[in-house]
């Protein structure tokens, strides 16, 4: 009778049953502290469950210029357009939660009433790789300038509503895994007993979107400007070291409420952007336009510094990071001005774009380890 049930399990159910007997055996070795780490410079008490609150004070800030030459019989006019948002600074509170090496996070505004800016954060962090997923919503205003000819008092426009959306997936190997833990100065599932340090690399994939509420209009120009978006891809290579200041190991794990450790570190990745397209979003009389503008290979930059402090199942940690990408695009020649000039004006243009992203968050976490 056996063997006839056995003929009645389809190929797909016994497929299926494979593929879960797969996925949780390859669940639990994620999930199982790391045999090879050396005890006397790494120690892993904790590989459950975790819960967070923090508070991030955030600086972002997006810009865009355009040097640009205005080419007619007359001569040629060189003249710049700026449009910035304004210094985006803002209060976070958010709640983390996590498993094992995987963390979940969310965080919002407090000092924005409406429309306040919102952060998503997905970390993967085990003791030979760090895989992080970032995703963050700004709502601020914007100013634009306008100097035409260079040196002449800047044309500012009215201020416009604004929003800009940043989305970054990157990731980076950690050489030095067996005597160096990453995840022990900003997830604290593990301890670093004795100073050490590690060689880093990676990648990173970076795409930010600026819309413009209300379209921007540059003079007898008339360069109705509503967004841009950008496209990175990046690699690179660094370097991470955890100075441990003190430490005081706990007796067993039973005892783990002895545990003491405040541990500093340094984190430091220079990126080199092989990736790099814009495309720019502009009104003109007959219609919305974009075109593609393709940059050059830039170098770019992240860096972190972190201070923890783990007392049995608590862990405080405060960190610094600072994240920078530019963009600049090659000279571009684009078609007749005549629709934007006064009847009878035969002008041409060209221009480059240039373009950054920049950065900082300095914040405070408490967390608590099942």
Known sequence: ???????????????????????????NKLMQPDKNLESTYVFQPFNG????????????????????????????VQGTIH???????????????GYGPLELGFSIAVNKKEKPDRNLSFNWLSTRFSLQFYHT?????????AEFPIGSTPTRMPEAASSASIWRVGGFYIFNH????????YQGKMVQRRSAGSFLAGGEFHHSNLTLDKSKSFGSLNLNLNGYSTYKFSLGGGYSFNWVIYHRDAASIKEIHDLRNLTLNITAIPLLTIVNEMKMTHETNTGEEKFQVHGGIQPNFLGRVGLCYAFGHFYINCSFDFNYHRFQGKEL???????????GADAIYRFKVLGYLANWTGGVQLHYRF
Do not use: C
Request: hydrophobic share 40%.
């Open 1 to 27: 009778m056996a063997f006839f049930g056995a003929l009645l399990i389809s190929p797909a159910e016994v497929r299926a049953q494979d593929f879960k007997t797969w996925a949780l055996n390859m669940w």
């Open 49 to 76: 469950w975790n819960v967070s609150t923090t508070y991030q004070g955030r600086w972002d800030g997006v810009g865009l210029e355009i040097p640009m030459d205005i080419i007619t019989t007359a001569g040629t």
């Open 83 to 97: 449009v910035n948002l304004v210094d985006n600074q803002s209060h976070h509170l958010g709640l983390r939660g």
């Open 137 to 145: 919503l700004i709502h601020d205003t914007a100013i634009s300038t």
């Open 178 to 185: 067996k005597k160096f833990s990453y995840p022990s100065a």
């Open 333 to 343: 020649e684009q078609k007749s001005l005549r629709p934007y000039l006064e009847e």
